[in-house]
């Protein structure tokens, strides 16, 4: 049974959702009715394995929310849904800490494989969404240029295999899309990607996506 709660303040989009959620074969959801101000304010914290929340029009109080939610709901695997496929607020919110930012016009097939990739400690976002921005992009401020050469040599440690999948990982991309993508076996990316975590001095997938956004190495 995986305690979900779905902070939305569209009840129509809330109770459609969760009757989608119902239908999945591979998943048991007790939901539990909460709006997010009891939710943030319970003294005690509820039994909460799964947190889906909305981030769409007031985007800078939402935001701010996102950020109570993982603080006080340290072990909870949170899913921002959202219509915004703006790369500056997706860098933002996994930066905070989410799980997966999933785009509201996807479908239930992708919202089970992005579920799936989250339960098994993985991130995950809608595929065209960017934690960076595209390649070629130049920082215009001097002091983010300083930022990009004076993160030059941290990138030097990595190979340009090591390179190429952690532009992948950045993107989200679970190990078989990367395998697919680069032509090497799923097992080869689990190498590579260990690799890059020692190097860079991680430990999971988040810090390692915030790593490289942070420090512009994807």
Known sequence: MINTVIIDEQNLFKEGFKLLLSKLNDYNFNFIEITIDNFLNQKENLEVDLIFIDLNVRQSEEID???K?????KNAKIIVLSMFDNTKVVREVFQI?????????TTMDLISEGLKEVFEGNTYMTEG????????????????QNLYNGNFQ???????????????????????E???MLFIS????????????RKL??????????????????
């Open 69 to 73: 939610v993982r603080k006080k709901y």
């Open 201 to 218: 001095g991680v430990h999971n997938t988040v810090s390692l996506i915030r790593l490289a956004i942070d420090n512009n190495l994807a």
């Open 186 to 197: 799923e097992q080869t990316v689990g190498v590579h990607k260990k690799n890059i975590m």
């Open 129 to 144: 969404l960017r934690l960076t921005p595209l390649k070629g992009h130049k920082p215009k401020s001097e002091v983010r």
């Open 97 to 105: 800490g989410i799980d997966a930012y999933i785009l509201k016009s």
């Open 154 to 176: 941290n990138k030097q440690k990595l190979t340009n295999r090591e390179n190429e999948v952690l532009s992948l990982i950045v993107m989200a991309k679970s190990n078989i």
């Open 65 to 67: 929310q996102i950020k």
């Open 178 to 180: 990367i395998g697919a």
